[in-house]
């Protein structure tokens, strides 16, 4: 009887550590010490051949990285230290001083850690994910969809352009403009986004948006949004956006990652909603909440100062 109770006790583990391998130790530590500001806890010198750094990581526990015989390879994809904060908006401002440092910021095979984090590469490839301990932090989520850049040919998405432009000459001047992401199910596109660089330096504007007809009306166009946001470094926050006279309403986004619909009194003149006028693109624009009452927003609101979502097109 006691040693099938002994058998059921855990074991008496006192503590537990991480280890990787690292090229050059002083890279590493240029990382994890200070960008990521993980407290160091010593470390050794020609141990058997090896030489090591301890990093403290939250909640207990320890990060080790040797250097020695054996090369790093970066592991899978899957292979990921996640360190947590409370918000998205800590992991925006953490993930722009990363990308500030020239930490490379690649996207997940996993969703998840799209939505609600961002996943660096430390300097031998391993994965670093920064992301937001509550999976309530701000983002839609739905589990259908997955939202990433878009890196195929644009003409492939030129009918859901066309949704949201019935200009084909307008059109041809953007579509291949900028950066877009899109909404899949499996190998489906729902919807799409498209970010470009405004017309001040170093401002980003939410081009263009649009979702397939059976997807209306889900709150698509919403996480594409927020993912937007999410993927902009904080200080450049969400962008404004100028519709080229849209069929339909369209969204406004804040930095707060708010949005609404947008009114498509933007354009041409003789498209716009009755009873709505059309404001000066310079300065503001006319959008209503759900809940149908119409407020002004200046276009300094809407505007990024970091031009990294977008390509040099």
Known sequence: ??????????????????ARPA???????ALYRDLLRLDSRGGFENHDGYDGVFFALP???????????????????EDLLVLYVSTLEEVRAIGASLSAAGVPNIESPNPYWNRFGQTF?????????????????????????RIEWYEGPRATLRPLFELAEDSASQLDQYLELGRVLVARRGDAILGYLQLVRGTQPGEIELKSLAVVPEERGTGLGRILVRSAV????????CAWWSPPAPRTPAICASTSGWASACSPSIGTPSRRRPGTRTPSLSTESLCWTGSGSRKKFSRDKYRCRDSSPTDNR
């Open 59 to 77: 909640g207990g526990g320890e990060l080790e990285l040797t250097a020695g015989p054996v090369a790093p390879n970066g592991g899978t994809d």
């Open 230 to 237: 999410q993927r902009t470094p904080r200080r450049a926050g």
């Open 23 to 29: 090229r050059d130790l002083a890279v590493s530590i």
């Open 1 to 18: 009887m006691s040693n099938s109770t002994d058998a059921m006790r855990p074991p008496g583990w006192t503590g537990f550590r991480v």
């Open 121 to 145: 590469l430390d300097p031998d490839g391993y994965r670093v994910v920064i992301a937001a301990a509550s999976s309530d932090a701000g983002v839609d989520e739905r589990d259908d969809v």
